[in-house]
């Protein structure tokens, strides 16, 4: 079974950086679609980034382009997400998903998230 | 990009009865790229409906998808204590993703 862990989020102040890691295990890495999903607050989920197997195609939401960068190491079996410039309304739980069934997938497994709050 | 409205916002229900929540597209969908969410207090979302009606795994059959264009359906046939949660449609079509608001199930 799919086992999705994420780490790398804290208290972080405006316009400084971050790195959210995701370790997974129990499926072949290498043939999924990864996302990374948000949730402020109270709030609901927001799509937020996606990455191919092979790292060739990589697609963002408006609200992060440009200052979010998803990427993935195969051979640690491992998604990141580098998060520059944030903002306050970064602030959310930020969980790691797959898709079995490609970029057009539905998200089938879902880490249990981890926390990034932004804040002076 | 695609805007998914579910409503009720909340529903109030007993347990045994028929949850109906609805979500609607503002444009026509492939039922393909369409799925339905849980989410209880705590815990990450977890797939229930992939494909508009098809149940994912170890989801039990009083859970059922429908619909086709806008309008998609999600129906639990007789509440159990543990169906009370937030719910989630998703459209999957290709980035960008889109999520709907939630239909929080609630006890009455």
């Known amino acids: 079974e799919a086992h999705l862990v994420e780490s790398g989020g804290g208290l972080v102040q405006p316009g400084r950086s971050l790195r959210l890691s995701c370790v997974t295990s129990g499926f072949i890495f290498d043939d999924y679609v990864m996302h990374w999903v948000r949730q402020a607050p109270g709030k609901g989920l927001e799509w937020v980034s996606s990455?191919?197997?092979?790292?060739?195609?990589?697609a963002y939401a408006d609200s992060v382009k440009g200052r979010f960068t998803i990427s993935r190491d195969n051979a640690k079996t491992s998604l990141y997400l580098q998060m520059n410039s944030l903002r306050a309304e970064d602030t959310a739980l930020y969980y790691c998903?797959?898709?079995?069934?490609?970029?057009?997938?539905?998200?089938?497994?879902w880490g249990q998230g981890t926390q990034v709050t932004v804040s002076s | 990009e695609i805007v998914l409205t579910q409503s009720p916002g909340t529903l109030s229900l007993s347990p045994g009865e028929r949850a109906t929540l609805s979500c609607r597209a503002s444009q026509i969908l492939s039922s393909s790229y369409f799925a339905w969410y849980q989410q209880k207090p705590g815990q990450a979302p977890r797939l229930l409906i992939h494909a508009t009606s098809n149940r994912a795994t170890g989801i039990p059959d009083r859970f059922r998808g429908s619909g086709s264009g806008t309008d998609f359906t999600l129906t639990i046939s007789r509440l159990e204590p543990e169906d009370f949660a937030v719910y989630y449609c998703?459209?999957?079509?290709?980035?960008?993703?889109?999520f709907g608001q939630g239909t929080k199930l609630e006890i009455k």
């Open positions: 998903a797959t898709s079995t069934g490609g970029w057009s997938g539905d998200f089938d497994y």
């Open positions: 990455i191919s197997g092979d790292s060739g195609s990589t």
């Open positions: 998703h459209h999957h079509g290709g980035p960008p993703h889109s």
